[in-house]
């Protein structure tokens, strides 16, 4: 919520504002290499191949199968939003014979069904927090049954928000995005792979920008090459994350994903309180993203326009099966705060009054 994309943290507009160094500058490859491991604490992992990628969370997507799948791999993913189907276009462009495992928009996957799918897959993937349906799927079961399969899970709008344990879940490739829930402007695609996953790359990436090899002799992760130029990285950006990071983990993970399901639960209970019907079951509904149903008779884009243009601030529509019959209300980073909940309640409930 908040005025467009929203207010991220006055650290992080600082950042932006540094002088900017070369890519390979001493003092600017120190503030790399501490943003890397910023990562790994977010990520709650000890993987070495840990960096910021340059681009967005789908460059993230993109990255985590171009290096791994290769023609003819059994990629099985699970399809209960936007993002899963995003991701099997992905996968069927390295080639990859994909197993859909489908479930209604609205609705988490069954684990069970995930790891039934196929006897040998490659690849599980799934999206930890379905942004397009408010949806979180469970990762922690699919770790302990991939059995020779690689985990691979979008967290581009959980890392940050509720809990993401790679190690613990045994999640092999995990990516997220700077402008969900770390509280980031768009432009970088933090990512993840495991010993394992890199043990199973592709001989060849097809994407020369997206080769994780390459990428990580320019970030020179632990036990690698020398450090060797790639791309040039985008300074200001990594800078931003790197003090988006900071914040973040001044304030303590923990108590930043508790911040987030107060706000989230006080927004659920506020809304049902206004008589409106949330789509998610309560077990599995994202306090960063919450979806819920447009009343009978009422103008779902016209109360949209109203929000922004008289209150300042801003809510999503619904995509694809969801188009005009869902509301979509993010409380993400710097965003989830309880004068925001309070704010958009009172909005809505002045709009909503016949
Ligand atoms: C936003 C989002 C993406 C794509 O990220 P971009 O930054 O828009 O490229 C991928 N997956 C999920 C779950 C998302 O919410």
């Keep these: 919520m908040g005025p467009g994309p929203g207010n991220p943290y006055p650290e992080v507009m600082q950042a932006l504002t540094r002088p900017v160094l070369g890519h390979l500058d001493p003092e600017f490859v120190a503030l790399l290499d501490e943003t890397c491991e910023r990562l790994r604490q ?15 969370g789908s460059a993230g997507m993109e990255a985590a199968f ?25 996968a069927s462009r390295c080639g990859a014979e994909v197993v859909r495992v489908e479930e209604a928009w609205g609705k988490p996957i069954e684990p069970e069904r995930l790891l039934g799918a196929h006897p040998s897959p490659k690849v599980i993937a799934v999206v930890h927090a379905e942004t397009s349906t408010g949806v979180r799927n469970d990762i922690a079961p699919l770790g302990e049954g991939k059995g020779e399969a690689l985990l691979l899970v979008d967290c581009v709008t959980s890392l940050g928000g509720i809990p993401v344990e790679a190690d613990g879940w045994g999640v ?41 090899r390459m990428i990580a002799a320019y970030a020179a992760v632990p036990g690698g090459t020398a450090r060797t130029y790639h791309h040039t990285a985008p300074i200001s950006m990594v800078y931003a994350l790197h003090a988006g990071l900071g914040v973040l983990l001044e304030e303590g993970l923990d108590a930043v994903h508790e911040r987030h399901r107060v ?3 006080a927004l659920h209970t506020g809304l049902e309180k206004l008589g409106l019907e949330l789509l998610v079951a ?27 243009e008289r209150y300042g601030i801003e809510i999503g529509g619904g995509l694809g099966p ?33």
């Design 263 to 265: 706000c989230g639960e």
């Design 172 to 212: 092999d490739i995990a990516y997220s995005g700077t402008q969900k829930c770390l509280g980031v402007p768009p432009g970088l695609a933090p990512i993840t792979l495991s010993a394992r996953a890199e043990e199973r790359f592709v001989e060849r990436s097809p994407s020369w920008y997206l080769d994780l």
């Design 42 to 56: 977010v990520f709650r992992t000890g993987n070495r191949l840990t960096v910021p990628l340059s681009g967005t």
């Design 322 to 354: 969801l188009a005009g019959q869902i509301w979509r209300i993010g409380l993400m980073g710097h965003t989830a705060r309880l004068r925001n909940v309070a704010t958009l309640l009172g909005a809505l409930e002045e709009l909503l009054r016949p």
């Design 66 to 90: 171009v290096n791994v799948v290769g023609p003819g791999d059994v990629v099985v993913i699970g399809v209960n939003g936007v993002f899963g189907e995003r991701m099997c276009d992905v």
């Design 282 to 308: 309560p077990s599995h509904r994202l306090p960063e993203l919450t979806t819920v149903r447009v009343p009978a008779g009422v103008d779902e884009a016209g109360i949209r326009k109203a929000l922004l």
